[in-house]
Nanobody, 124 residues
Framework: QVQLVESGGGLVQAGDSLRLSCAAS????????VGWFRQAPGKEREFVAT????????YYANSVKGRFTISRDNAKNTVYLQMNSLKVEDTAVYSC?????????????????WGQGTQVTVSS
C-alpha cells in the first residue's frame, strides 16, 4: 500500500512558477513509477508527466514539455513537479499517482494509488 499526499498548489499569474510535491508513505516507494495527472473543470483527466523508479527516465505530455520538470527523491519518498511559464490553460486539479508492476506510461488506469489532488489556478 502507498498513500500519496500532494501539496504546493495555489493561485498564480500566467508566466509564474509553482512546485508541486507528492509525499508518499511506505518503505517501498522507490519501487513505484510515479506520474502526475491533471483534470480541469468539464474536461477529462489528462496525463502530465511520469518518472521511472530510478528517477532517470522521464516522459512528458507535449503540452508541458519544456516547461514542467518531474523529479524524485526516493530518500524523502517525494516526487516533485516543477512548473514554469505557467499558462491559463494549465489550470486544473493536479494529482500524483503510483504504478506498481513496472508499468511506465501515460494510462491513468494502470496507476494503482492516487492522491487527493491539489488545485492549481493560473490567472491571466
Amino acid at each position: 500500500q502507498v498513500q500519496l499526499v500532494e501539496s504546493g498548489g495555489g493561485l498564480v499569474q500566467a508566466g509564474d512558477s509553482l512546485r508541486l510535491s507528492c509525499a508518499a508513505s511506505g518503505r517501498t516507494f522507490s519501487s513505484y513509477v510515479v506520474g502526475w495527472f491533471r483534470q480541469a473543470p468539464g474536461k477529462e483527466r489528462e496525463f502530465v508527466a511520469t518518472i521511472a523508479r530510478n528517477g532517470i527516465i522521464t516522459y512528458y505530455a507535449n503540452s508541458v514539455k519544456g516547461r514542467f520538470t518531474i523529479s524524485r527523491d526516493n530518500a524523502k519518498n517525494t516526487v516533485y513537479l516543477q512548473m514554469n511559464s505557467l499558462k491559463v490553460e494549465d489550470t486544473a486539479v493536479y494529482s500524483c499517482a503510483a504504478a506498481g508492476g513496472g508499468y511506465f506510461g501515460t494510462q491513468a488506469s494502470q496507476y494503482n494509488y492516487w492522491g487527493q489532488g491539489t488545485q492549481v489556478t493560473v490567472s491571466s
